[in-house]
């Protein structure tokens, strides 16, 4: 029977030996680690509290909007609170709930009792429907910028058609009117064609002429402004994008080197043709990929609020040439685009444009965004305050208990009230002197009056 045995075991000095050797022949003949210069693909999301709590606000806007738009639908735009619950049913609101979410918005909705019927109702405040006439007010107004900016949206495509569903799902944030099938595109067809498909039933909205005027993109207009009043070198601004990195961001050096590599990549414009372009080789991916961030931003720029949901932008994703794992994409770009996943229990995630927020509002803002935010006002408004105007908008029936308080306001005006010492003891007096000559001056006509009947009275009987 054969025996090994191992060499370490007769010499032990052997094995520390080669382990010492092994480790003097890896460290001179392997190469250096060196740090990648180039953007990672995978990146953890920083949360910006700014955006987040704008998007807390706005889920509860989105609910009264809700219940606006039931209200509205009503005989007399009134709902009986017996109602209420089968109703709000459909909005997605559980039993009871729908009465302990209408007393939050006092400035929003109203419950008050019918004069005739003695039956509780429930309908919108004066500041409600004046918010919602201004809103219409504005969205009207702007029809004619709606227009390009609907223009500027079917440019971006590639085939230079959208289709009618996918801008109807997305036309409250691009400032369209719920009628625009008719108000915008039927009634421009100078600028737009209603198309039918041939191989789908599906409707698209074509653009007539492409008018280059409305190829220039917000980002080349901002970095003009950039060159002009900062003077940077022109190379460095050519193709640059506003970088506002989140609060918390880790910014390494290398990243450094990485976003500066990246933001001198040259890539074709949003509004470019590029069917013609080779697009196999990794310049050109890294192009298209540039494109697509561009894409991206020019996209967000078109909307009223600078925002969207990313579901909605994944309806132009084949049209507009955007990768399919658009969450990782943007979150690969988190100095231009915050993607916010509150507001809807995670469900919805939206897409904000850093650059075009300040502080929490927008940096140019417009006439429909204003008045949006009168109605996210209302909502955050106290029902303290509620109640203090409530109550200066009613008076009181007695006349003499109206002459009553002004008298009384007069009076705290001049620095007293009552029998009250006020601050100058003699208006006092003179408020006391003018009371107490009236009350005589009363009593001696009344007794005068007495005196003369009693006289006559006697003067008679005696004759």
């Known amino acids: 029977m054969l025996v ?65 738009s039931l209200i509205l639908s009503q005989y007399n735009r009134t709902l009986p609170i017996s109602r209420l619950d089968n109703l709000a049913g459909r909005l997605g609101f559980k039993q009871f709930e729908a009465g302990a979410f209408i007393l939050k918005f006092p400035h929003v909705f109203e419950v008050y009792e019918h004069p005739v019927q003695r039956v509780l109702y429930c309908r919108l405040t004066r500041k409600a429907v004046n918010q919602i006439m201004q809103e219409k007010e504005a969205l009207l107004a702007q029809i004619p910028d709606a227009v390009t900016r609907l223009r500027k949206l079917i440019m971006m495509s590639n085939e230079g058609r959208l289709r009618l569903e996918h801008v109807r799902i997305a036309r409250y944030e691009f400032g369209l009117p719920d009628d625009f099938e ?42 003009e402004r950039e ?66 961030v561009a894409t991206i931003h ?3 720029s078109l ?51 850093r650059e075009a927020y300040r502080k929490g509002e927008l940096v140019e803002p417009n006439g429909l965004y204003l008045a949006r935010r009168k109605l996210c006002e209302l909502v955050l408004s106290s029902s303290r305050k509620a ?10 029936g007695d006349r003499e208990d ?3 308080e002004r008298f009384r306001r007069e009076c705290s005006e001049d620095g007293f ?26 009593f001696t006509d009344e007794d005068g009056d007495v005196d003369g009947i009693e006289k006559l009275e006697k003067a008679q009987l005696n004759g």
């Open 298 to 300: 020019e996209l967000l």
């Open 4 to 68: 090994f045995i191992s060499l370490s075991l007769l010499n032990p000095r052997l094995k520390p030996l080669k382990t010492l050797q092994s480790t003097l022949y890896n460290l001179k003949h392997t190469k250096p680690m060196s740090q990648s210069t180039s953007i990672p693909k995978k990146q953890l999301r920083v949360r910006d509290h700014g955006f987040d709590n704008y998007m807390e606000i706005e889920k509860k806007t989105r609910k009264v909007l809700k219940f606006q």
């Open 387 to 396: 109640n203090v105007d409530r109550g200066l908008v009613h008076y009181r």
């Open 182 to 223: 008719y108000s915008v595109v039927l009634k421009y067809p100078q600028f737009f064609r209603l198309v039918d498909a041939s191989e789908t039933r599906n409707k698209y909205i074509e653009v007539v002429d492409r008018d280059r005027r409305l190829t220039v993109c917000a980002i080349e207009k901002v970095r």
């Open 402 to 404: 109206d002459e009553m």
């Open 227 to 292: 060159y002009r009043e900062k003077g940077m070198d022109a190379e460095d601004v050519r193709f640059k994008f506003m970088v506002n990195f989140p609060p918390g961001f880790k910014i390494g050096k290398y990243y450094r080197i990485a976003v500066w590599k990246w933001q001198r990549v040259p890539y074709w414009s949003p509004y470019e043709d590029i069917s013609g372009y080779d697009l196999r080789s990794i310049e050109a991916q890294k192009r298209m990929e540039k494109r697509a």
């Open 417 to 442: 009230e009552g029998g009250k010492e006020g601050k100058d003891g003699g208006r006092e007096d003179d408020l006391n002197l003018d009371l107490s000559c009236d009350v005589g001056s009363d």
């Open 303 to 353: 909307t009223v609020e600078k925002k969207i949901t990313m579901e909605r932008i994944a309806h132009f994703r084949m049209a507009m040439n955007l990768p399919n794992k658009l969450k990782g994409f943007l979150l690969q770009h988190q100095e231009i685009f915050y993607v916010s996943t509150r507001g809807n229990h995670g469900k919805l995630h939206t897409v904000f444009l």
